[in-house]
């Protein structure tokens, strides 16, 4: 299958700073890429769709302003955690679509601890 | 009602027995059918995909999908403890690959 890498895999930072997490498609071109958010024994939740050159589209509950999504090109998707707190510590995913064949392959995620 | 339901679990079963995951969904213009597995502290890995009814196989795992019954469900032969993980029912309505995951079935393959 395609490969996705997101970079870095575990992070930890201090609260009030910000973290920028990156996902990139090694193999093909992705116009569409996603970003999940998974907490402990839960399953894994869709933050925004992130378009090629446009805005990404937030989810209902996601402050658009917290969490800033920038995907400049077809091979790459960045996610910054903006002003963390404790409460945002999670496992990020994100994701990206192989138009052919048609499936969403997940990069190998993102720990980040807020402390 | 939840959008994609699952039993969580856990389900344990011994080496060489038949692992059968269960997913619902409540969308009835869902189109797509997914099933992952991931791995503790890892993340999910497709599996297998279905789009239409009946069964699918590919080597030790089948995927079922009716439609009708909104129900779509993964079998697992000959069991084998590197099975052991949680395994995520995933549904797509459109060709945008937005997914909607379901809890996901924590599965154990006792040696």
């Known amino acids: 299958g395609a490969v996705v890498s997101q970079h870095p895999s575990r992070v930890i930072c201090k609260s009030g700073t910000s973290v920028k997490i990156e996902c990139r498609s090694l193999d093909f071109q992705a116009t569409t890429m996603f970003w999940y958010r998974q907490f402990p024994k839960q399953s894994l939740m869709l933050m925004a769709t992130?378009?090629?050159?446009?805005?990404?589209?937030?989810e209902q509950g996601v402050e658009k302003d917290k969490f800033l999504i920038n995907h400049a090109s077809l091979t790459l998707s960045t996610l910054t955690v903006t002003s963390a707190h404790p409460e945002d510590s999670s496992f990020y995913i994100c994701?990206?679509?192989?138009?052919?064949?048609?499936?969403?392959?997940f990069g190998q995620g993102t720990r980040l601890t807020v402390v | 009602q939840k959008e994609v339901e699952q039993n969580s679990g856990p389900l344990s079963v011994p080496e060489g027995a038949i692992a059968s995951l269960n997913c619902t969904y409540s969308d009835r213009g869902s189109q797509s059918f997914f099933w992952y597995r991931q791995y503790s502290g890892k993340s999910p890995e497709l599996i297998m995909s279905i789009y239409s009814n009946g069964d699918k196989e590919d080597g030790r795992f089948t995927a079922q999908l009716n439609k009708a019954s909104q129900y779509v469900s993964l079998l697992i032969r000959d069991s084998q403890p590197s099975d052991s993980a949680t395994y995520l029912c995933a549904v797509n309505r459109g060709s945008n690959y937005k997914l909607t995951f379901g809890k996901g079935t924590l599965l154990t393959v006792n040696p």
């Open positions: 992130s378009n090629e050159g446009s805005k990404a589209t937030y």
């Open positions: 994701s990206a679509r192989d138009p052919l064949p048609v499936e969403a392959f």
